[in-house]
């Protein structure tokens, strides 16, 4: 599906490799608001959702996705910090875009904590401090949390 005789994003649009490293959570809430309860186990899946071109001209949707390990019992200030970075080979910046999600480990279904989805091409290397915002896209009754976020690192790959 072209626009304007175009591929999505242009004809200039080159692929790129994007490394990503998750440190650590900051006054991540419980499921749903809740004020009281047992303290989270927090794990972090990073999700790219991009859009591929095919060798016949097609566009097709792409996703590739990376969890980080679960901390048990921390809510506060979990930490990820390992060293490791994840590599996502991003076809298309202009319209691929990263989704955080923060969910808690439980017993049958994990809980939606939080979340943000931010465009690759808003995206800037070196170390970023990503609001989140509900699990559910919305605002909690108490508004957006204003504390809640995560601590990455993002690298571009020349």
């Not at 186990?41 to 790219?48: G, I, N, W």
């Not at 439980?106 to 609001?131: F, H, Q, T």
Request: glycine share 8%.
């Amino acid at each position: 599906n072209s626009l304007g005789g175009t591929t999505i994003g242009g004809p200039q649009c080159q692929p790129r490799t994007i490394q990503i490293q998750v440190i650590s959570g900051h006054c991540l809430p419980k499921p749903r608001g809740a004020k009281v309860g047992e303290a989270i186990d927090p794990y972090v899946r990073v999700e790219l959702h991009d859009v591929r071109t095919c060798s016949d001209g097609r566009e097709e949707y792409v996703s590739d996705d990376y969890q980080t390990p679960v901390v048990k019992n921390n809510g506060f200030c979990p930490s990820w910090n390992s060293g490791q970075y994840r590599s996502f080979r991003v076809h298309n910046p202009d319209v691929a875009m990263f989704h955080f999600q923060v969910l808690d480990e439980d017993l049958g279904m994990d809980d939606k904590i939080a979340s943000a989805a931010i465009p690759v091409n808003c995206l800037r290397e070196g170390y970023r401090s990503i609001s989140l915002c509900s699990g559910y896209w919305s605002h909690l009754p108490s508004g957006p949390f204003e504390y809640a976020c995560l601590l990455v690192r993002i690298h571009f790959d020349e």
